[in-house]
């Protein structure tokens, strides 16, 4: 069986909310193929800020208040 052929024109920009901080933020086509080539069948939940601040607290022990999340708009908070 021949592997299925995966083009980024398939997909379309999302945009969606994090589940975190409720800012708006993009899936990009790109990312929706890669998505599909790896065999991932979820939708991101969190903006990349919240996922790496959601990484690197798990790393630190669990130790937040050692981070803090930056937006892309400049907008600071806690998690």
């Known amino acids: 069986m021949e592997p299925k052929i995966i083009r980024v024109s398939d997909f379309q920009d999302k945009q969606l909310f994090c589940v975190d901080c409720g800012c708006p933020f993009i899936w990009s086509a790109p990312e929706q193929a890669f998505f599909k080539s790896k065999g991932f069948n979820t939708i991101p939940k969190r903006c990349k800020p919240?996922?790496?601040?959601?990484?690197?607290s798990l790393v630190l022990d669990d130790r937040p208040s050692a981070v803090q999340v930056v937006h892309q708009d400049g907008e600071r908070h806690d998690s």
């Open 50 to 56: 919240c996922r790496d601040y959601r990484r690197l």
